[in-house]
């Protein structure tokens, strides 16, 4: 794990949630009260995977600064995307246009690049240029494509890497 902020390179490092805590009563809960999360990899042509029991929504990375990341322009982003997301969470009616795609696509980008620190033996697909150009546009990368679909099976909420894709289901 880096002791620097992996956007900035600043100091003073603190946790993010990787499912933000205003998502939290819009995602699904297991039916037993406790969720499996697995962490999985395919790293150098080996799968690798960890399993561990508990909530999803509990997940934090200490990847961030504080101060100009987690309360600065993450913090406006997040603030800006909610009112995109949590329609999409809750099966409401919102028109995706052209504007609320960017905002969208770019708070994934970022929930995917600081997600990517979750997974072992440094799996990082994302290079720091890029990081560091997403801070700075709010834009994601171009070597990113970021697909959002409904999904209406049974899995439970989840975040799905081929390179990268986050998926919800609704409560």
Known sequence: MPNICIFCGRAGLSKEHVWPGWSHS???????????????????????????????????LRVVCEKHCNNGWM????????????????????QLNKYNQEILATWIAMKLQ??????????????????SLLMGRRVPPDIMSIWIARYRGVQENS?????????????
Do not use: C
């Open 26 to 60: 819009y995602i699904r809960k297991a039916k037993h009260g406790a969720r499996r999360h697995r962490r999985a990899a395919r790293i150098r042509g080996k799968d690798k995977s960890i399993e561990r029991e508990g909530d999803v929504t509990k997940i934090q």
């Open 75 to 94: 913090s406006r982003l997040e603030t800006r995307v909610m009112p995109i997301v949590i329609p999409l969470l809750t099966g409401a009616p919102i």
């Open 114 to 131: 600081i997600f990517e620190f979750n997974f072992p033996d440094k799996s990082i697909v994302t290079p720091a240029l890029e990081r």
């Open 159 to 171: 975040y799905y890497r081929e390179a990268g894709g986050v998926a919800w289901r609704n409560r």
